[in-house]
T-cell receptor, first 115, second 115 residues
Framework: GAVVSQHPSRVICKSGTSVKIECRSLDFQATTMFWYRQFPKKSLMLMATSNEGSKATYEQGVEKDKFLINHASLTLSTLTVTSAHPEDSSFYIC???????????FGQGTRLTVV | AQSVTQPDIHITVSEGASLELRCNYSYGATPYLFWYVQSPGQGLQLLLKYFSGDTLVQGIKGFEAEFKRSQSSFNLRKPSVHWSDAAEYFCAVGQASSSASKIIFGSGTRLSIRP
């Protein structure tokens, strides 16, 4: 099956620093990757959609300057949380799709804690 | 815009009992529908999906779901639950477009198993 690896699984950073989260499709080429944020005991909120080689499309209310998304290759997308604050603490999950219709595979998630 | 409603926040069933988790969607065309399961602190695992064809879909771990267009529903069922089924369950609807595909999630239903 299709495998998506997300790294790191957990990260703690100081307020004001930036954190990069990687999402890799290990055995397929991901034309589209998605980034979600999940608050405790809540559902997944779609943050942005990124297509390889083009700028990410952000959902309404998501700050594009705060959450930088890069999809430089067909197997790697990164999410950088810039100038992190405690309210950015959350569970971030990526997913990757290898075709235009909806078939997405999820990473294991990254628990970000900003102290 | 598409949306997904899971009316039950938390359900408790006895081990060995049958299970039905409700899901209603709102979408203009034929939707792509999914059920995912998430264990605490983990990513999402796809249980089953419906794209077209037979409206009764079989998934992994003994789960099945039935697409009912007239009721805009895609309820998840299992004839006999096991303690290991305790988790968070998400219904999701997919939106296909020319260049990207989004998956929008319901709010989730937490399943607890009574010994």
């Amino acid at each position: 099956g299709a495998v998506v690896s997300q790294h790191p699984s957990r990260v703690i950073c100081k307020s004001g620093t930036s954190v990069k989260i990687e999402c890799r499709s290990l055995d397929f080429q991901a034309t589209t990757m998605f980034w979600y944020r999940q608050f405790p005991k809540k559902s997944l909120m779609l943050m942005a959609t990124s297509n390889e080689g083009s700028k990410a499309t952000y959902e309404q209310g998501v700050e594009k300057d705060k959450f930088l998304i890069n999809h430089a290759s067909l197997t790697l997308s990164t999410l950088t949380v810039t100038s992190a604050h405690p309210e950015d603490s959350s569970f971030y999950i990526c997913s990757a799709s290898r075709q235009a219709i909806t078939e997405a595979f999820f990473g294991q998630g990254t628990r970000l804690t900003v102290v | 815009a598409q949306s997904v409603t899971q009316p039950d926040i938390h359900i408790t069933v006895s081990e060995g009992a049958s299970l039905e988790l409700r899901c209603n969607y709102s979408y203009g065309a034929t939707p792509y529908l999914f059920w995912y399961v998430q264990s605490p602190g983990q990513g999402l695992q796809l249980l089953l999906k419906y794209f077209s064809g037979d409206t009764l879909v079989q998934g992994i771990k003994g789960f099945e779901a039935e697409f009912k267009r007239s009721q805009s529903s895609f309820n998840l069922r299992k004839p006999s639950v096991h303690w290991s089924d305790a988790a968070e369950y998400f219904c999701a609807v997919g939106q296909a477009s020319s260049s990207a595909s989004k998956i929008i999630f319901g709010s989730g239903t937490r399943l607890s198993i009574r010994p």
